[in-house]
């Protein structure tokens, strides 16, 4: 027999745990610490940079702890000593954004060996290791747990008005790392799910942007087919969602949020010139 029907919000609840969010100081990764703390998780955040000022705030707001621990994702040493210290002081981990990243727009033929290798330091092997750290964390614990990794539209297509070779390399791998730990992790409950986000306004795309003429630009509000640029507000139903109860028999699966370009585009202008 059917188990019976259960009320859908308390599975989106969060509070009592406690997550790792890289890259959570600004753009996409704050928000995803704001919207774990508003649904009651404890936070630690580990970023090479100091937090924005609304970072402080968020444990009055919302009656939850949050920490912050320097660390670079490039370095091993710092990686494993912030994942010590976000779990001593966490006391668990039950999940882990790790969306630290960095992103290059420039011909294929232009990027460099060290403009390569940067990319995949932070992009690849920096969410690589976050991941193991959590992993053997969660595997120690023995309660499962949940990690939301931050691929992208240009996981699936080359898109319109950029040249991210280095960056879609970098993404790919993600998309596929998901899928791999997903399968990898079952057993003990981890379940590991991406979401591909589009062009999302944050420090990141205004960087990509500045470098590109009037019309190359544009496309970013005009290819999705939904017509607008997203931002952070677009992505945190989703990151919250597949950390939380509510996605718990969802694992290796990938949500698209970028407006329906991943689909294809109709009136986007596809429009290319070096600055
Ligand atoms: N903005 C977009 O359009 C977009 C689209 C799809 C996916 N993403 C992905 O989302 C994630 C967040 O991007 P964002 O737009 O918020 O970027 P952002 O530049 O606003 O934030 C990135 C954060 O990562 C941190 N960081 C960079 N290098 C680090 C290092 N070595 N160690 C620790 N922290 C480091 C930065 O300090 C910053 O706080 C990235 O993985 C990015 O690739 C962004």
Redesign the pocket.
């Known amino acids: 027999m059917a188990p019976p029907l259960e009320h859908v919000r308390p599975m989106f609840e969060l509070r009592g745990r406690c997550y790792v969010v890289?890259?959570?100081?600004?753009?996409?990764?704050?928000a995803s610490t704001r919207s774990v703390c508003e649904l009651g998780g404890n936070v630690a955040v580990?970023?090479?940079?100091e937090p924005v000022a609304e970072f402080k705030s968020l444990s009055t707001d919302f009656g939850v702890k949050t920490f912050f621990i320097q660390?670079?994702?490039?370095s091993q040493e710092s990686l494993e000593a912030g994942f010590a210290q976000a779990i001593k002081q966490l006391g668990r981990l039950d999940g882990l954004v790790p969306?630290?990243?960095?992103?290059i727009d420039k011909p294929f033929i232009d990027q460099t060996w060290d403009e390569f290798s940067r990319i995949q330091e932070?992009?690849g092997r920096?969410v690589f290791f976050s991941c193991q750290l959590a992993a053997r964390q969660m595997i120690k614990q023995g309660f499962g747990g949940s990690m939301v990794l931050?691929?992208?539209?240009?996981s699936h297509i080359a898109i319109p008005g950029h040249r991210m070779a280095a960056?879609n390399y970098s993404?790919g791998g993600i998309l596929m790392l998901m899928k791999a730990l997903a399968v990898e992790l079952a057993p003990h409950n981890i379940r590991v799910n991406s979401i591909?986000?589009?062009?999302?306004d944050?420090?990141?795309?205004q960087r990509v942007r500045a470098a590109k003429v009037p019309a190359e630009a544009a496309q970013m509000e005009n290819s999705p087919p939904l017509k607008r640029l997203s931002n952070a507000n677009d992505l945190t139903g989703a990151i919250v969602y597949l950390l939380s109860d509510a996605a718990r028999f969802t694992t290796a699966a990938d949500i698209p949020i970028t407006g329906g370009l991943h689909a294809g585009t109709i009136e986007g202008l596809i429009y290319y010139e070096s600055k």
Request: charged share 10%; glycine share 18%.
């Open positions: 890289t890259g959570g100081a600004q753009g996409i990764g704050f580990l970023d090479i940079q660390t670079d994702v490039t969306a630290a990243g960095i992103a932070i992009n920096g931050l691929a992208s539209q240009t960056y993404k591909s986000p589009g062009y999302v944050s420090d990141m795309l």
